[in-house]
């Protein structure tokens, strides 16, 4: 069972520059949650600050009821334990195969034998699709292959949370699919607590039980999918909708010269569905021959009440 992750009060600065302030909110133990935000509004700040490895200025991060703002370096170490981290661009060592890439934390963290790790590399190769491309060098296969190889690396250590820094970047929508049903896939099989950044709508409205949206340096709103899928919330709607009305401007945020014109050009109705409809999207389920745990069979029985 994964670990709850509860945030409170969170503020993080870099010199005057305020990232983002006062957020709060709660990753449920073995949820998914996604974490959205136009760009520059610290999405990749807040992971990294999860990690301990930046340090926001105030609030708490308590980790299996740990508050890791107060950990020194050498406990974080051990609270950086229950991470796996899958980074943008899958972040493997160029020169060596996948096979060494996803043994490299076993053999830098653990005093396994060689034949252990062997049997835990091939089972992630396996869980994500790779077998037969153990002696692939990075640069030898596409975009998906590398994401894979980073989760499968990011699984070794069986990990109690999972944190996936814009998994879907750079793929294309049918590679984005296929990686959308694996992260549901592994949930259902490793049920730790997930967190996905992403820009990708899509990917938002299916895959999560909670989505969060920075904007403002605040989090405008966290909670299940249903409740921020059916917000009225203009940046809310704006972002799941991908609109260009709505309080989100190009370079962040419209002013109020900005926003007025815009009233007079689409018609100054006041109906919030120009910004986009609030509406359900039928929820991503593990596929055929995944186990489904309770919580996911509970899941799979409301939605197909739903359909
Ligand atoms: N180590 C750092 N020192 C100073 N400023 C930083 C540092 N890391 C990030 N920032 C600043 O914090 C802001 C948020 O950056 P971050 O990468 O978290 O945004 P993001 O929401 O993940 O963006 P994107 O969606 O484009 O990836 C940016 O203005 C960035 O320049």
Same mark, same amino acid.
């Given at each position: 069972m994964g670990v709850e992750i509860c945030v409170e009060g969170l503020t993080k600065s870099f010199g005057d520059q305020v990232i983002w302030q006062n957020v709060s909110l709660e990753l449920p133990a073995g949820e998914v949650s996604v974490m959205l935000g136009p760009s520059g509004t610290g999405k990749s700040v807040f992971l990294k600050s999860l990690v301990g490895l930046l340090k926001p200025e105030r609030g708490s991060i308590r980790i299996a009821g740990t508050d890791i703002t107060k950990l020194r370096e050498h406990d974080l170490y051990e609270v950086r334990k229950l991470f796996g981290v899958l980074f943008q661009d899958g972040a493997l060592f160029g020169s060596m195969n996948l096979y060494d890439n996803i043994a490299f934390p076993l053999r830098e963290h653990t005093r396994?034998?060689? &034949? $252990?790790?062997?049997? *835990? #590399?091939?089972?992630?190769?396996?869980?994500?699709?790779?077998? @037969? !491309?153990?002696?692939? =060098?990075?640069?030898? *296969? &596409? +975009? +998906?292959?590398?994401?894979? $190889? +980073? =989760? $499968?690396? !990011?699984?070794?250590?069986?990990?109690? *949370?999972? =944190?996936?820094?814009?998994?879907? &970047? @750079?793929?294309?929508? #049918?590679?984005? $699919?296929?990686?959308?049903?694996? *992260? #549901?896939d592994l949930n259902a099989q490793i049920d730790a607590t997930f967190l996905i950044v992403t820009h990708d709508i899509a990917s938002a409205r299916q895959v999560p039980d909670n989505i969060g949206l920075l904007f403002r340096r605040e989090l405008v709103m966290f909670g299940p999918r249903e409740k921020l899928l059916t917000s009225n919330e203009p940046v809310v709607r704006q972002f799941l909708n991908g609109r260009m009305r709505g309080p989100i401007g190009m370079a962040e945020e419209k002013d109020a010269a900005t926003m007025a014109r815009e009233a007079v050009h689409f018609g100054n109705d006041g109906a919030v569905d120009s910004v986009g409809v609030a509406e359900m999207t039928p929820r991503l389920l593990p596929g055929p021959g995944i186990n489904r745990p309770p919580r996911w069979q509970a899941i799979a029985e409301y939605e197909e009440g739903e359909r």
């Open positions: 396994k034998q060689e &034949s $252990a790790i062997r049997k *835990i #590399v091939l089972e992630k190769m396996d869980m994500v699709g790779l077998i @037969g !491309a153990e002696d692939k =060098l990075p640069g030898e *296969i &596409s +975009g +998906g292959m590398r994401k894979r $190889a +980073g =989760l $499968a690396r !990011a699984l070794v250590l069986d990990p109690e *949370i999972i =944190l996936f820094d814009e998994p879907d &970047s @750079g793929l294309d929508p #049918v590679r984005v $699919a296929y990686l959308n049903q694996l *992260i #549901v």
